[in-house]
């Protein structure tokens, strides 16, 4: 899957969130840093989200965009 990010540097380095999952965000000293450390984030976030969804009648639907 893809996920936009919103990548903003700092003075102590970059920080980085995911706009579409609210509270979704980390940091990294260097942008490829705070790249990577999202990826484990979001893996976390959704990890979470499936936890809380367990049990119940779950469906997916498409949207153009």
Do not use: H
């Amino acid at each position: 899957m893809r996920y936009r990010i919103a990548l903003r540097e700092s003075e102590e380095g970059y920080s980085v969130s995911v706009p579409g999952l609210p509270g979704c965000w980390s940091q990294g000293s260097t942008e490829a840093e705070a790249i990577e450390n999202i990826k484990d984030a979001l893996l976390e976030y959704l990890e979470v989200i499936n936890e809380q969804l367990r049990g119940e009648e779950v469906r997916e639907i498409e949207v153009p965009f």
